[in-house]
């Protein structure tokens, strides 16, 4: 059963030394972060997921030890999702940043595994992974990856698309709340029109807490950069 789930966005700028210069902007983001993971700590789980948007062929399940690299952005870091033996594929951008927030808070909770969703994938199919991997062990927990609308503003990577703002406030409502059903009912199309990598894992999420009762709270929601960031805790 689904015991606690921390949500987090997933740039690569919250690694401070993939932002440089720019990384004071994010402090914010990466302390509600902190705390998310925290939260999912405490709430002593058997088993961590974290789950975050793959491209199209690169997601599936990453075993612990799985390892990520952020050389991508010119900068020579790498980590390592859990403690196990290198696996044979890398892990994607959001899940290495995922592993970065595990690092930082020096997890050593649960084993922990990885699972890309393609941001393609159907809401019933993200919600059929979801209810099995909260099957699978007395007392998961998952970490979830996944950023809102990058169409906020003219200077976004999206550009300034007027649906973004009503998407975002229905999505991050409903992370507040730990509102499965809001969660279920995003439309698909308009999330990938409106470049929102979250929407496949929250909805992950969402089929992973039906019927376990929790309560959601929202740390933390801006836009800079013209992409939808919040941080919301279940349990």
């Not at 403690?83 to 922990?112: C, E, F, I, K, Y």
């Not at 998952?142 to 009503?166: I, N, W």
């Amino acid at each position: 059963m689904l015991v606690a789930a921390a949500v987090c966005p997933c740039p690569p700028l919250l690694v401070p030394e993939v932002a440089t210069g720019a990384a004071p902007e994010l402090d914010a983001v990466r302390a509600a972060c902190a705390d998310a993971v925290g939260l999912l700590a405490a709430a002593r789980p058997d088993r961590l997921y974290v789950v975050g948007p793959a491209a199209d062929g690169a997601g599936g399940v990453f075993p612990a030890g799985a390892t990520g690299s952020f050389a991508g952005f010119g900068v020579d870091l790498s980590v390592r999702l859990g403690d196990g033996p290198a696996g044979d594929r890398p892990l994607p951008v959001p899940l290495a940043v995922g592993a970065w927030l595990l690092d930082r808070a020096r997890w050593a909770g649960a084993p922990v595994e990885g699972l890309g969703v393609g941001e393609r994938t159907p809401a019933e199919a993200c919600a059929d992974t979801g209810r099995g991997l909260a099957a699978s062990a007395d007392r998961v927990a998952l970490l979830v990856m996944g950023d809102g609308s990058a169409c906020r503003t003219v200077k976004a990577p999206g550009y300034l698309d007027e649906r973004a703002a009503g998407f975002d406030a229905e999505a991050v409502r409903a992370l507040g709340a730990a509102d499965a059903s809001a969660l279920l009912a995003l439309d698909a199309r308009l999330a990938h029109e409106l470049k929102a990598s979250g929407r496949a894992p929250w909805q992950v999420l969402a089929g992973a807490a039906e019927g376990a009762g929790l309560a959601g709270r929202l740390l933390h929601e801006d836009d800079p950069y013209g992409v939808e960031y919040a941080v919301a805790a279940w349990s």
